[in-house]
């Protein structure tokens, strides 16, 4: 079974950029397509990005952020640039059997317990 696991969140200044990262504590990524979402206080959880099996499809609700894959190290990657206070959250990982993008939270089977990330000054 894949079980997603999130790292790379932190406190961070305005205007830089973060690279989180997910990968599978359990079954390798490589059968999978990968999304991520984020949790804001007060909000519900919402889409950000998600990449295809193969890798060869992607969707950014954002132009700031880019999602891509490494099958060799079995990681999912979510860069972000120009962070800005509005983009703090729990950023979540998550993985779906479906061989295409899947930019709804329904769509997904596993997920990982988050990271946070935080945009202050």
């Known amino acids: 079974q894949v079980q997603p696991v999130e790292s790379g969140g932190g406190k961070v200044e305005p205007g830089t950029s973060l690279t989180l990262s997910c990968m599978s504590s359990?079954?390798?990524?490589?059968?999978?397509?990968v999304g991520w979402f984020r949790q804001a206080p007060g909000y519900d959880r919402g889409f950000v990005a998600a990449i295809s099996m193969a890798g060869g499809k992607t969707v950014s609700m954002d132009a700031r952020f880019t999602i891509s894959r490494d099958h060799a190290k079995n990681t999912v990657y979510l860069q972000m640039n120009n962070l800005q206070p509005d983009d703090t959250a729990i950023y979540y990982c998550?993985?779906?059997?479906?061989?295409?993008?899947?930019?709804?939270?329904?769509?997904?089977?596993?997920w990982g317990q988050g990271t946070q990330v935080t945009v202050s000054s």
């Open positions: 998550a993985a779906t059997t479906d061989a295409y993008i899947v930019d709804y939270e329904t769509g997904y089977d596993y």
């Open positions: 359990g079954e390798t990524f490589s059968r999978v397509s």
